[in-house]
């Protein structure tokens, strides 16, 4: 029988965890686009509102969560930690396996950790509506339910393989009042330049970042919300991890390892930013990234300032990348498919305080097969990654014959991406290989920035 370790609304976290002061050295400047020059409070103010703009510099560790956010959060919040007894059982293994859960969330994801003080803030500052960009619908889906829940108009621009691939996400955004369009558009200049070269475009995060950052910075009442990345973001996202340490001690227990999948980074972030604070004072804890193999970010990029898109409007930063204008292969999970990295995580993996790895889909599609046929909740194509290295690890641990707990989180659920697991059950899925040649191309291409 599994065991269920919840929290009652009480226990909400009251401020969120903002790993900066405790990053291994100084962060790099984020550099302006246009001037090259350190980004400035002004210079994000066109598509920001102040509160986050502050929050996004903030060194201060510990940041007060608003009580109108907190009481959205109870809609899901506290989400529930499991011990997968049953997966242990059919893997044979000795090791313990726990995973957070945030498929309980109105979105099915975490998402709307973020979503949510995005929308608050916004609306605080007197914005009419929100621009944002969504590869696997999971962001989009969460903005648009966060907008309603504040009475703003949200415009998302989705990723064009993903509209095909998950036309119900798509249908969630507009069932709360959302209007959706499919990236690369003719609604922008960046849609519209990306279009004239490749109409056959399948679209990337990179370029529905461009398409929602210049519907922004060109319209006096629209915002920019970026799903991940950003700190404000990994900041909002580390509820979930501060949630787990707690539950982890009802257990009576603590995590060798903490396992997630990494896009952007924002659901690692959440996750395991609180266990690295404990790393930071001398916990031995393990933080294990897990990616996409056709678009190795921080496995097989480099570490070297870029553009967060692929039109060069968003700021420069010092992070693993693939090149700004990289075009992944349409996997299924779409959420993971972005050139860049954090510029906390590329800082935290640059000096070996986590690790990284890769995996092709059909492997984490096996292993989400595996997980929904012993613990019942199908896992969305990106937290397949974590569920495959969960498993390998607790592999590891019966072939070495030793103990081991292992965290991983379940960023949410796939009840809207059967059409992927139809696919690998047909037999159909593809894998893609790592695409070195067209990264190579990408890489030549980076801003000259030295900072």
């Known amino acids: 029988m599994n065991t269920k370790f919840m929290l009652d609304e009480s226990r909400i976290p009251k401020q969120w965890y903002n790993i900066i002061p405790d990053m291994p050295g100084p962060l790099h400047p984020v550099v302006n686009p246009q001037t090259l020059k350190p980004v400035t409070p002004e210079d994000m103010s066109v598509i920001f509102p102040m509160s986050l703009i502050e929050q996004e510099m903030s060194t201060e560790r510990w940041i007060d969560i608003p009580e109108d956010v907190r009481e959205k959060y109870r809609l899901w919040r506290p989400a529930p930690l499991f011990r997968a007894r049953r997966l242990e059982q059919a893997l044979q293994t000795p090791a313990k396996i726990y995973y957070k859960y945030e498929g309980v969330s109105p979105a099915g994801s975490h998402k709307p950790n973020s979503a949510i003080p995005q929308a608050y803030y916004n609306k605080q500052a007197g914005i009419r509506r929100l621009a944002t960009e969504t590869g696997a619908g999971q962001w989009g889906s969460s903005l ?13 621009y989705m990723v064009k393989v993903s509209c095909t691939q998950k036309p119900y996400r ?4 507009q069932l ?3 209007t959706v369009i499919p990236s690369p558009s003719e609604f922008t200049n960046a849609g519209r330049s990306i279009l004239a070269h490749d109409p056959n475009n399948l679209g ?3 370029i529905a970042i461009s398409e929602a950052v210049e519907d922004a910075a060109t319209h006096d009442d629209t915002n920019y919300a970026l799903g991940s990345v950003l700190n404000h973001v990994c900041l909002h996202q580390t509820v979930i991890g501060l949630e787990a340490k707690e539950q982890m001690e009802l257990a009576g227990d603590y995590p060798d390892i903490v396992i997630a999948c990494c896009g952007g980074g924002s659901n690692f972030a959440g996750l395991a930013f609180p266990f690295l604070s404990d790393r930071a004072n001398g916990k031995k804890v393990r933080c294990l990234a897990v990616e996409p193999a056709s678009c190795p970010t921080l496995t097989k990029g480099i570490y070297a300032f870029d553009y967060g898109d692929t039109a060069k409007l968003a700021p420069i930063t010092k992070m ?16 993971l498919r972005y050139h860049g990295e954090s510029a906390l995580i590329s800082q935290l993996y640059h000096a070996g ?8 889909q059909n492997a984490c599609f096996e292993g989400a097969l595996l997980f929904a046929r012993s613990e019942g909740i199908v ?25 081991k707990t292992i965290l991983f989180g379940l960023s949410g659920h796939g009840q809207l991406d059967m059409m992927a697991y139809d696919a690998y059950l047909s037999g159909a899925l593809e894998d893609f290989e790592y695409p070195e040649e067209m990264i190579r191309q990408s890489l030549e291409r980076l801003p000259k920035v030295s900072f």
Not at 170 to 173: C, D, E, G, N, T
Not at 320 to 335: E, K, Q, R, S, V
Not at 353 to 360: C, D, L, N, P
């Open 379 to 403: 896992p969305a194509p990106e937290s397949s990654h974590a569920v495959r290295a969960a498993i390998d690890e607790a592999v590891l641990a019966k072939e070495e014959g030793k103990e």
């Open 144 to 156: 648009a339910l966060a907008c309603s829940m504040f009475g703003l108009e949200c415009t998302i």
């Open 353 to 360: 305080e986590i690790e990284a790895k890769s995996y092709k």
């Open 176 to 178: 709360w009042g959302a």
């Open 204 to 206: 990337s995060l990179g």
């Open 320 to 335: 693993y990348t693939l090149g700004h204008d990289f075009m992944p292969p349409g996997i299924h999970a779409g959420g």
């Open 170 to 173: 798509k249908s969630m955004m």
